[in-house]
């Protein structure tokens, strides 16, 4: 099917290396919506592309965005940090408004790139030019029980910093987690299934680890604060990670208008329902648009 848009690579330079951005344009007056996903691929990836489906061709600009050390940006592993991440968020936004225009919404469409983006919103220096937010995955501020183990996590933290300095772009091997709910074997098909294009597809740098950490303990991270522009929750009621009960704690601490779409789903869903959930996305850019 022929999508209503043009789809296209570019870039900009944070810090003197260039961001690869992948854009799939509607109209330079059209909302736009800056997606991001679990920095463990590129956007540019036939995966990536699966997750925006139902999205791309409608009614607003996509703007997919790869880190620098990641995907086709430039730069290594030690480039992967919180404040690299930022400032490259940052100079997404302002080529848009210099390309575009400044009706700016944020999506994070997978379980990580839903806390990464809620990171970045929730700061001021962020939050200021986004219209509304969107997210799959949920973070409370130092509560790590979405990562499975909390005390291991919170142990491990430290080293994981020692390590960085050392070695950052070593891997943490990725084994399938265990798990015995709602699609339970069709998950497990699902990571078998990427680790045989890529077995190290989900194995995650040190670097990337720690700095997922530092969102959730650093004394400076912004997931202390609130946000301040309407907020979507896409939340499966299976999900393995983000359970019913630790999104609902989350939602209860939002600011109104907010609203939570809780539906028959497991976590990746974000790829099996991706077009169903991007249709949600695009009636509440829509709504919010300006």
Not at 15 to 23: A, V
Not at 132 to 141: D, P
Not at 196 to 223: G, Q, R, V, Y
Not at 271 to 284: P, R
């Amino acid at each position: 099917m022929k999508l209503n848009c043009s789809e296209k690579s570019s870039f900009f330079t944070t810090y003197g290396k260039k961001n690869s951005i992948r854009i799939f344009e509607v109209s330079k007056k059209a909302p736009n919506v800056i997606f991001i996903m679990t920095p463990i691929g590129s956007v540019h990836e036939e995966l990536a592309g699966r997750f925006m489906n139902g999205l791309v061709g409608k009614t607003c600009n996509v703007f997919a965005l790869d880190f620098l050390g990641i995907g086709r940006s430039e730069g290594k592993a030690k480039d992967i940090s919180v404040e690299n991440i930022f400032a490259s968020t940052l100079k997404l936004i302002e080529f848009i408004k210099e390309n575009y225009n400044d009706n700016i919404h944020f999506y994070g469409g997978t379980g990580t790139g839903g806390v990464i983006g809620q990171a970045l919103v929730s700061s001021k220096e962020i939050g200021k030019h986004i219209k509304s937010f969107i997210q799959y995955g949920v973070a409370i501020y130092k509560d790590v029980s979405i990562f499975g183990n909390d005390r291991m996590i919170k142990t491990l933290y430290p080293i994981l910093k020692l390590l960085n300095k050392l070695s950052p772009g070593s891997r943490i091997k990725f084994k399938i987690p265990p798990y015995d709910g709602v699609n339970a074997e069709k998950e497990k098909n699902w990571y078998l299934d990427v680790m045989k294009e890529d077995p190290k597809a989900f194995d995650f740098k040190i670097s990337l680890f720690k700095t997922l950490l530092d969102l959730m303990f650093s004394k400076k991270s912004s997931l202390k604060d609130n946000i301040n522009c309407p907020v979507l929750i896409l939340a499966p009621k299976h999900d393995r990670y983000y359970y019913p009960e630790y999104v609902s704690r989350y939602f209860n601490m939002l600011n109104k208008p907010k609203e939570l779409y809780s539906f028959d789903g497991s976590h990746l869903s974000f790829d099996w329902k991706a077009e169903e959930l991007n249709s949600k996305v695009i009636q509440w850019v829509d709504s919010f648009s300006v």
